[in-house]
């Protein structure tokens, strides 16, 4: 998160500012964790881990301070993110049956 957070916020946060954002992304990481997310790849994880701290920093920039909007506001953006993307290929075999009617 330091690094995203010198990368896209061009030095405009104090000390005590880069401890929210930080705590903001390290609860929104563990969030998806917890959810039992799993990723493809390395690049894949690192890729989320990016959106969620463009968010966060983001939303920071326009003045938010409060670490759980701000943890929540970055959920949401990639739930969100992924309605809209390519949906991926489901294993058949892990797909829930349909109900069938008792006679």
């Not at 039992?36 to 894949?44: A, L, N, Q």
């Amino acid at each position: 998160m330091l690094r995203a957070i010198d990368k896209y916020s061009g030095g405009v946060f104090n000390p005590d500012d880069v401890r929210i954002l930080v705590a903001a992304f390290d609860g929104a990481w563990r969030s998806l964790l917890a959810s039992g997310i799993t990723f493809e790849s390395d690049r894949e994880s690192k890729a989320v881990r990016d959106t969620l701290a463009k968010h966060i920093i983001e939303q920071a920039r326009y003045g938010e301070r409060d670490q759980r909007r701000l943890r929540d506001g970055a959920l949401l953006q990639y739930a969100l993110s992924k309605l809209k993307s390519k949906p991926r290929k489901c294993d058949p075999s892990v797909m829930p049956r349909p109900a069938v009617p008792e006679e």
